[in-house]
């Protein structure tokens, strides 16, 4: 073996062995760790006893990255190694490598990094950690806590849905749409009776018999059979089963008074097409806005309910010519409404005010 | 112009259907039927993508199917709710709108179609 080979696997060594293994060698410890101290190492051509040489690993790829013909040692060689060996990203190792190609360009990346403002240097750092983190935690799940796992995860999905378009678009319209505000906004009567299909209701409604008998007073049962009984068309007796939903759950469920409201509205809305001269419009008129209010009250930033009673104020007008119990109604003016709407959501707002003209008109 | 926002409506936004469901009900209950056939119409043709709710597709398959009865297009909409049934054999409300359609067609054959598919609609 000549001097030039043997130096260079003391390098590789170097940075390979334990602190032990330098104890045993070099009881002073002046040669420890500092790269300074390799210069001395070189020039007093430092051998390896056996025990040390067998723990060379033949297979070491990190000899191939050694530039053996020159002689020039790599600088990085040591955090190359701890780094891969804490599994830090490729981000990072590609950095070394062009840092040993191209030294300048290194330099010059680094003086490019330099002017970049701390909050974007916060912003690159974090991202870093975030993905070290994921790598880490695919690797290493059982080494890190389940709940620091899943808060990983979350904010990785959450960074994702965000930059992209079409799913802020989707959430933007599912935030906005629901079945009651279509409903809502079309007014048929029995349109909403076509929208389940006949066997998944026999299928439900079988269900939940059963399950009622067993626990009659269940409020999730009732109210389940209260949205089977309004998708089939029998709107009465889905408002009784919702009001023995309400009686029997604990706590209010800002869901049921909601529902309520709008089988009332169902209900008003049927007996008004029907005839309007009928004494029961006025009355399930003041009783769906007494529900609707107390579901505003349960649910303030909800716009299919503002949406409802916007609906109603509109129709107070109407119905006051011809009953005169509609003076017991406390609703504000359709705009009043409207105003409200188009504050939250300029779309459902623009939409209010359309409903307000074309009423006028 | 309420008719005025709504239009602008659909043109700014074109992938929201509420305008153009709010539109179809204005144009339907003036009994203006041949104008209530294109918003509709734009609205069926949108991709699946923009209908979030499931029932929406639903919704405006039969309402078009409506507007096109009204301007007596029956064949068309026959065909419609036909294709739409493929889609979603369980839903027995389009056998009973295909039935009623047909029914109100003048053309004879679809009459004896129909009383069949009363019949299952009865079975169903």
New interface residues.
């Given amino acids: 073996m000549n001097n030039s080979q043997q130096t260079i696997q003391s390098h590789i060594n170097s940075s390979m062995l334990s602190k032990n293994h330098y104890a045993k060698m070099d009881p002073g410890g002046d040669c420890l760790s500092s790269k300074s101290a390799r210069g001395n190492l070189e020039s007093s051509g430092f051998d390896l006893d056996k025990d040390t040489l067998d723990l060379i690993d033949p297979k070491d790829t990190r000899r191939k990255s050694f530039n053996a013909a020159s002689g020039d040692e790599s600088p990085f060689i040591d955090e190359e190694i701890k780094l891969e060996n804490e599994g830090i990203d490729q981000e990072w190792e590609k950095f070394l490598q062009d840092a040993k190609i191209n030294p300048k360009n290194s330099e010059k990346k680094i003086k490019e990094k330099a002017k970049i403002s701390e909050k974007e240097k916060i912003k690159y750092y974090r991202s870093l950690v975030t993905k070290n983190i994921m790598k880490i935690t695919e690797k290493k799940q059982d080494a890190i806590a389940p709940n620091f796992y899943s808060q990983a995860v979350n904010e990785h999905q959450m960074i994702n849905e965000k930059d992209i378009d079409h799913s802020t678009?989707?959430k933007n319209?599912?935030e906005?749409?629901?079945?009651e505000?279509?409903l809502l906004?079309?007014?048929r009567k029995l349109?909403h009776?076509?929208?389940t299909?006949?066997?998944?209701i026999a299928r439900w409604k079988k269900f939940l018999m059963k399950f009622l008998k067993k626990n009659g007073k269940n409020h999730e049962g009732l109210f389940g059979m209260s949205q089977i009984n309004f998708s089939i068309g029998n709107h009465e007796v889905a408002v009784e089963y919702c009001k023995k939903a309400i009686e029997s759950s604990k706590e209010i469920v800002p869901q049921y008074v909601f529902w309520k409201a709008i089988y009332l509205y169902f209900i008003y809305l049927n007996f008004k097409l029907d005839n309007i001269k009928s004494r029961k419009v006025p009355a399930y008129f003041l009783s769906c806005e007494s529900a609707a209010v107390e579901a505003l009250r349960q649910q303030p930033e909800n716009l299919t309910i503002e949406y409802l009673l916007l609906i109603l104020s509109c129709e107070k007008y109407q119905l006051k010519k011809y009953h005169q119990s509609m003076s017991n109604s406390n609703l504000r003016s359709p705009s009043n409404y409207a105003s409200k709407i188009m504050k939250v959501n300029k779309?459902?707002g623009?939409?209010s005010?359309?409903?307000?003209?074309?009423?006028?008109? | 112009?309420?008719?005025d926002?709504?239009d602008?409506?659909m043109n700014e936004?074109p992938?929201?259907?509420?305008?153009f469901?709010?539109k179809w009900?204005?144009d339907y209950d003036a009994e203006q039927y041949l104008d209530s056939l294109g918003p509709m119409e734009e609205l069926f043709l949108k991709e699946e993508?923009?209908y979030?709710?499931p029932?929406?597709k639903?919704?405006v398959g039969?309402?078009y199917a409506k507007s096109l009865a009204k301007t007596n297009q029956y064949v068309l909409a026959c065909e419609l709710i036909q294709n739409e049934f493929y889609k979603?054999p369980?839903?027995?409300?389009y056998l009973f709108?295909y039935a009623h359609y047909a029914m109100l067609s003048p053309i004879d054959c679809l009459h004896w179609a129909s009383i069949g598919i009363f019949k299952e609609c009865l079975n169903?």
């Fill in positions: 678009f989707k319209i599912n906005i749409l629901n079945i505000i279509i906004v079309l007014s349109l009776i076509n929208l299909s006949d066997l998944e779309y459902i623009y939409i005010w359309a409903e307000i003209y074309l009423r006028d008109k | 112009m309420g008719n926002v709504l602008d409506l936004y992938k929201y259907p509420l305008a469901l709010r009900r204005r993508e923009m979030s709710i029932e929406l639903i919704i039969l309402l979603k369980t839903h027995t409300a709108y169903s």
